[in-house]
């Protein structure tokens, strides 16, 4: 039986959905985004929900970029959200800078502090790696908890004069999301990415024809790093006040790693859909507090069970279509 | 050393850790010839493989590939001077196209752009007949046609020098004749090809000259069939019969 559909299936060659139809949905839903909140047809709610979703969709493309490409898993993604978050803080609060100038300095230390971890975590591979992140994380919690240039735990408050509004930060937070997938497409359709894609596959055979695998890695970690600590840092923008406890809390990697085997991991498609899946889920499961996690989790649990590539990574493979692909033709 | 020579071991020794496997193995090997190495189990051949392809550095003597002197040279940097291998079990990167896979090879081994990649990998689909095949995801091939995939990939990589590790093992008979069809495409091509096999027919008609191993050293070196029925080979390979 198994055959007989591996044999049928042999001649079925992969439809991409890309190119300039796909440059047209993306431009066309994009320019929606940005046209529906300023002629006020998206309550404020509602834009509320879809920064979440812009939000959560760029920390989880980063997190497939690392786990689901390079092999590396990272327990550790809220090491760069909690320095994010504490820069915001300080520039705006202790400095009394722009939040533009906390972003910034987010960045940068994101950025900066993969490239740090990496010389130390780079020696390790597989569970080793993402434990090795979470202890980093639950370090620097225990770091912030008693250093009191950031107030130890009582935590800080984001200032801003005036404060931005939803719509604003809905924006900064719909370009972040769009910049970054774009940039994890360029990356993967450039000759990098057809390394990367090796990698996914058999990281060692793809060293054996040549891939660089130390670079990859790096070049992964980095853009990881700075994405994702930006991505934090307008998510506490929204929020108003970081506390070490939550910037620095494993929830924010339980939730990315959700996003993205929900929606399918190793795929670009993937954590755009398990974003979406996630604010929906999180906003009607609010009710039910006590509830809430578990539910989530059963409903991990099943999707791991009986769609182990994720929701759209078992419909690409079952229909054999691929979206956003990085797939080359041999005919161009 | 003769220009017509592409490889030659020089009095080897090497193993893992203290356990020495390779024991003062010479040999040399033509320029353009497919050069077979039989042996019983645990003879070395695979060790040698991986002292050629810079696994394990020999502990004495001397490797020479193409006119350099490879002995204490990296794995990475054989592979850039044209020593491309097949593992014996197929490694495909199983979600991508049977195209990407070899492009893969041909953009990173070979360091071409992606635009002069896609026509090494299309000639290597092409010598290796997985042209028709190519946009299959490898995950979905068969065996003989990932172990098809295992050598294409080689081939991107743009050797001079092919090793080939069992690559008709577990095949069947019109499989194997396939192997030996495009062994000879390969070798028409102009690739130099060193190749282990414990299928019989494949080393005795496919091959230029053959050498039988046993125990870390040369045995017996010279033409297919002569090797094949030299008392010497027969005693240590198949020793083990009994006469009825």
Redesign the interface.
Known sequence: MKTKT?EA???K??RVFGGLPMLITAVVIVALLVILPLTGVLSSNTQRYLLKIFLYCCLGSMWNLMSGYTGMTSLGQQSFIGIAGYSLAVMTFTYGASYWAGFAVGGVLGAALALGLSVLLFRMRGMYFAIATWVVAEALKTFFTSWTFVKQGAGMTIKAKPYPSTTEIYMIALVLCVVSLVVIYLLLRS?IG??L??M???A???S?????IFQSKLLCFVICGFFTALAGGVFYLNKGSIYPSGGFGINWTVSIVFIVIIGGI?TMGGPILGAIIYTVLEEMLASYPGYSNIILGLIAILVILFLPDGILGTLQKKFHFEILSQ????KE | MDTDTILSFEHVNAGYGRVQILNDLSFEMKRGEVYGVIGPNGCGKTTMFNALIGLIIPTKGKIAYDGHDVTKTNAAARCKLGIGRTYQVPRPFEGMSVFENVLVASVHGAGHSEKDGRRVALEALKLTELYEKREIRAGELTLLDRKRLEIARALGTEPKLLLLDEVAAGLTEAEVQDVMKMVANLKAAGYSIIWIEHVIQTMVESTDTLMCMSEGHNLLVGEPLEVMNSKLVEEVYLGVEEDE
Not at chain 1, 208 to 212: A, H, I, P, Q, T
């Open positions: 591996l299936s042999a001649h060659q992969v000759k057809l390394g894609t090796a996914r596959d058999d060692d055979a793809a054996s024809v040549g891939v660089n190793g797939k080359r033709f041999s």
